[in-house]
């Protein structure tokens, strides 16, 4: 008879509190988070450029985070301070 191990690990759930979505994107201030992964620049500022087009949205900040590594108490004050929402960008 063989034995099988799960190596997952029941983690208990969180409940997450949402802010509302926008009902305009209008003149609304896009922060955009680049994790320095190649190509995460470039597509967050090809897309920013699309939402300014589409929508007249403003990209106010780019911040830049070592991959796997949270943003720094410094860059969320930023965020929070000058942007009505945030983009999480991945490259490669």
């Known amino acids: 008879m063989m034995d099988i ?3 997952t690990i029941a983690t ?3 409940r997450i ?3 509302p979505r926008p009902k305009n994107l209008k003149g609304l201030r896009v922060g955009l988070i ?3 992964r190649k190509n995460s620049e470039a597509v967050l500022r090809k897309l920013a450029a699309k ?3 589409a929508h007249g949205i ?4 780019l911040v830049h985070k070592h991959q796997r590594a949270p943003l720094k108490d410094d860059q969320i004050v930023d965020l929070k301070g000058r942007t009505d929402f945030v983009i999480a960008g991945v490259g490669d």
């Not at 403003?58 to 900040?61: A, K, L, N, Q, W």
């Open 5 to 7: 191990l799960d190596p």
């Open 12 to 14: 208990a759930r969180e």
């Open 17 to 19: 509190d949402y802010t």
């Open 34 to 36: 680049d994790n320095t």
């Open 51 to 53: 939402l300014e087009a």
């Open 58 to 61: 403003r990209m106010e900040v």
